[in-house]
T-cell receptor
């Protein structure tokens, strides 16, 4: 079964501080991991895919298969980073692919 | 490209009424999914499809039906609405090699 755990419901940091949003997953095969961001009452937007190894808006995430983690990091948080962040895992089961989400972490960056 | 289009944006139903939430994408994506978003619960997968004519159940399928007669459309039907189905519903689609693209959501209230 696919499972994504985001242990922090809420995370509050000050502007300029480093931020790390934790994500752990459970999956028996080779997963595809994503981070999505949702600004207030808007649609979800793709932030990162582990395969592309990009840095978007200063965020990075590294897949650690040994620890089954895909933590999202940014060295210097900005106020505009305040949003809901969702970690998601795409896996194949019985020939069908599906995407499942963690419960999300609400990040607040204080001035 | 319009991306993923969901209609309506808002809907109020009475208990026991039926309705269909529409989802259409113009990117020729094979995979499409429906999620509901509730506070503290993240996004939960309702139904998903890996191509026209193929659908499968997600985590919370009860009370919902789907069909996928074309690649472009993936409607979600509520057969007999209940207050527990009050939620924000998101449709998403993807093809191999890219992340999921989300619609703007339908905010449904069942009274």
């Amino acid at each position: 079964a696919q499972r994504v755990t985001q242990p922090e419901k809420l995370l509050s940091v000050f502007k300029g501080a480093p931020v790390e949003l934790k994500c752990n997953y459970s999956y028996s095969g080779s997963p595809e991991l994503f981070w999505y961001v949702q600004y207030s009452r808007q649609r979800l937007q793709l932030l990162l895919r582990h395969i592309s190894r990009e840095s978007i808006k200063g965020f990075t995430a590294d897949l650690n298969k040994g620890e089954t983690s895909f933590h999202l990091k940014k060295p210097f948080a900005q106020e505009e980073d305040s949003a809901m962040y969702y970690c998601a895992l795409s896996g194949t089961q019985g020939g069908s692919e599906k995407l499942v989400f963690g419960k999300g972490t609400k990040l607040t960056v204080n001035p | 490209n319009a991306g993923v289009t969901q209609t309506p944006k808002f809907q109020v139903l009475k208990t026991g009424q039926s309705m269909t939430l529409q989802c259409a994408q113009d990117m020729n994506h094979e995979y499409m999914s429906w999620y509901r978003q509730d506070p503290g619960m993240g996004l939960r997968l309702i139904h998903y499809s890996v191509g026209a004519g193929i659908t499968d159940q997600g985590e919370v399928p009860n009370g919902y039906n789907v069909s996928r007669s074309t690649t472009e459309d993936f409607p979600l039907r509520l057969l007999s609405a209940a207050p527990s189905q009050t939620s924000v519903y998101f449709c998403a689609s993807r093809t191999v090699g890219v992340g999921y693209t989300f619609g703007s959501g339908t905010r449904l209230t069942v009274v």
